[in-house]
């Protein structure tokens, strides 16, 4: 029974890896959150010794070895757990090490100078300093889906990177759907004669009450804080080294609580699904989370499916009207719901509703498929994302800056990312679909502040997997059907179109 | 010139190993100050493995081999910050590699499960129960002296891991004469008709007003908060990962501001230190603080030397007053000044004032010196540790909890450290009356808040020499002279005098 000691060789290898990366992520917190800002040229060397490191472990030969000889011996007598851990382990080996060091380097080079070449274009609003380096980037990534996936399409293979197991064949109809039904129900909205007031939402909200209230909801929701904390950085993110040890941020805006809470209770999503990895071998890739959409279908769960929902609001509306009296003085739960639910076309993704906020994701995913497929050149790409912009928002971006220039992703390389956040809402909106059916009292439950059997649902059914499924997989066995963005329209229809008292 | 490629080699693996020495007091800091409680299991492991690769990169042998052929080349090439990074490196690979595996893992094992047994002990009053692990760290300990310095007598060799170059010879009649002289001026201070009064330290002192004046004296003072921070933890310390990232702690308690205040001021010492080291090279060994009792000097020296000075308290107590109104109403900058320094002896090493507490490390020393040249017997402390304590401060500890299980440092095998911080205070003084004759108007200074030439001096005479010099040289260049305990005892008693009305 070799494969004995080759498995436990392997775990050995893997948890050193997985300790080393909490570390890193750890670190990573520290910087966003704690690090005094004269440190960042010491820590960055620090970082960059602990990712050589890392990278000597992830890439050491002796674990192609061992896996080599695990997989030529068979597995048929693992369990499922110790079979995932294999399969993971020569995913991440193979992605590790099928990249020539010359690509690996070039790509880190560019990744790091790329940033302050794009704060420099947004900040002149000169999208022509930007295109060289979107263009460096595109064959980079193009080479590197070579290396990686041969056998994949170039830009499946990008996206295979954030979404594993999902192509163009499975996103494209989606998105075509997508469109059909909301760029004209978005239309009808606009043009509705009622439009939700949410002038009270504007005003002078308190910090420290602001901290206190996020505080208290994101633990109702579930949220350990013997196994994490809370804390304020420029961009609100879940991060910590550890299942143990998740940490959650967000920004206060003294004018504006709606966006700090809501932050709160997205990361709080995230946050729960760190929290809820399964109890053994919480070192190994079993255990992990799976995609960056399934990720985010739990923020978004939370965010969208329970906070922005009216049960949610009218448990927490005299809660928070006690908090900001005169603020919301005179205010029902119900013009709360609908002031927070407010529909709006806007330049800027990461402000957007969620009726708005797919098609921005659209776009980029358009823009990115044809940037792959040659039908697009990077040279034209304000013309065309303005165009887009027009035709699926109505609106046209003023400058580059509030337009293609907007998000960091491009100047990280970061190309098939972008799918995943539409691709989070869509799975939301399905287990949220599953779990009414399963659990009959689940607006009830929201509507007391009962959160226990929606949080131990989702410990359950996803959390506790890790990478035991594909994400197809989990949500065929979650929900009985395969991805199904129906579910989600209906959603949205059914909601704005109440909000909106359209006919 | 082979040497410069060996030397390059040499600093490459020196500066990995300090960026993951800065990496894990980073991960140290963040466990004391900012893990939530549920992490610490996931958290040791991290560390361990962390642990494990700079065991392994310190004792590569590849660092064996380029030491020995620079040391074969000679180095009289060398600049001196070179030859001080190569004299390091050497020890430093020698103390890491002469210690065999078995007894390296026999003291991290003991030192793990000691810690529990001593809580146990002093829990239960129960000298018996930690007695066994006392004598087993001490043949461990005195296995590693020979190991590590075969030369040097057993407890000198433990004395040169916290204060090289220091040894008993050194030690014992300069901690002779502070017996000959303190213990009979204790006695007749306790006899003084002038006792000052310090009831007005007691009362109810905010721990955000607490907060800011302690932010606000440490910034004064000259600690750089965009290259550090100040928080809170259960034990004040001065950690960070990097001369640019220092970060100082201390605890607050409601009904005493000074013992908050007094930490903040003695970390703010041991961090102008670290914030001090020179500009060049600050990942090689060259740059590091030189040892813990020349540590500890800066930091009484801005404790005792200057914040407990009256100069201090009449700059500093009309700010007080202002913050702490109703406690400080009818109080005179002298009764403070006097309140601060009472001198009282007690059980507690850590709650001794600076008259008292050398008695404190000289029982200490003299029974470890006991231990180690077979004169005591672990069995006999309890009894010994008391007799001591009657005759070097007449107080008899009623509890062996408030006399011989009081520290923490014997449970981790921390022999010949306790010196150390009596060493610093008569280094604090010599060095502070050095500086009042080089620059006269310090005093002054003081009284109006002017810090900066004293920062500047300490910079100059003592943080930026990193290691370049043995702590006998560089008391020797600074001062002119040895280490002379003289400078403390006049120092201690004009003071005290002064106080307690002495003629």
Redesign the interface.
């Known amino acids: 029974m070799t494969i004995d000691k080759n498995y436990r060789d392997l775990v050995e290898k893997l948890?050193?890896i997985s300790?080393?990366n909490?570390?890193m992520s750890?670190?990573s917190w520290?910087q966003e959150v704690?690090?005094?800002?004269?440190?960042s040229?010491?820590?960055a060397?620090?970082i960059s010794?602990?990712a050589g490191?890392i990278h000597e472990r992830t890439t050491d030969p002796q674990l192609g070895t061992c896996l080599a000889a695990i997989q030529k011996e068979g597995f048929g007598s693992l369990n499922t757990l110790m079979a995932c851990n294999i399969r993971e382990a020569q995913r991440n080996f193979d992605l590790e090490t099928k990249v020539p060091k010359r690509l690996a380097m070039e790509m880190a080079e560019l990744s790091s100078s790329a940033h302050s070449v794009w704060i420099a274009a947004r900040k002149e609003n000169k999208f022509s300093s930007f295109s060289p380096v979107l263009k460096h980037f595109l064959e980079l990534k193009k080479e590197w889906a070579q290396c990686v996936f041969p056998d994949l399409n170039p830009y499946d293979a990008n996206i295979d990177n954030f979404e594993r197991g999902t192509t163009m064949a499975e996103i494209t109809p989606i998105f075509e759907l997508l469109k059909k039904e909301l760029i004209p129900f978005i239309r009808i909205i606009q043009e509705s004669e009622h439009q939700p007031a949410n002038s009270f939402l504007q005003g002078s909200f308190p910090i420290d009450k602001q901290e206190a209230l996020a505080r208290k909801i994101s633990q109702d929701i579930g949220f350990?804080?013997?196994?994490?904390?809370m804390d304020v950085s420029v961009h609100p993110f879940c991060g910590g080294?550890?299942?143990?040890?998740v940490r959650i941020t967000t920004r206060y805006d003294e004018s504006n609580f709606i966006e700090s809470l809501y932050a709160v209770i997205h990361e709080t999503g995230h946050g729960l699904y760190e929290q809820g990895r399964m109890l053994q071998e919480?070192?190994l890739p079993a255990s992990e989370s799976l995609t960056m959409g399934i990720h985010e279908s739990q923020s978004l769960f939370w965010e969208r499916m329970i906070g922005q929902s009216k049960f949610f609001c009218a448990h927490y509306f005299e809660t928070i009207r006690t908090v900001f009296p005169q603020n919301l003085h005179g205010i029902s739960a119900d013009s709360f719901y609908q002031a927070i639910n407010i529909c709006k076309p806007d330049f800027i993704r990461v402000q957007a509703d969620e009726l708005t906020y797919p098609l921005h994701i659209i776009l980029r995913y358009e823009i990115e498929k044809g940037l792959f497929d040659g039908s697009m050149n990077v040279d034209d790409l304000p013309e065309i994302w303005n165009e887009m912009m027009m035709q699926y928002l109505g609106i046209k971006p003023p400058t580059d800056t509030l337009g293609v220039l907007q998000d960091s992703h491009w100047s990280g390389g970061a190309f098939g990312y972008f799918p995943s956040y539409t691709l989070g809402a869509i799975y939301a909106c399905q287990f949220y679909k599953t779990m009414q059916n399963e659990l009959p009292d689940t607006e009830k439950n929201i509507e007391v502040g009962n959160f226990i059997p929606i949080k131990a649902w989702l410990n359950q059914k996803i959390h506790s997997q890790g990478r035991l499924y594909t994400p197809q997989e989990l949500v065929q066995r979650i929900t009985g059907e395969v991805l199904n963005p129906n579910h989600f329209i209906s959603y949205l229809k059914k909601k704005y179109t109440a909000i909106y008292q359209l006919s």
Chains 1, 2 share one sequence.
């Open positions: 948890t050193e300790r080393l909490g570390i750890t670190l520290d704690m690090m005094p800002s004269g440190a040229e010491a820590r060397r620090q010794t602990l490191i350990e804080f013997n196994q994490g904390r080294g550890h299942p143990t040890d919480r070192d």
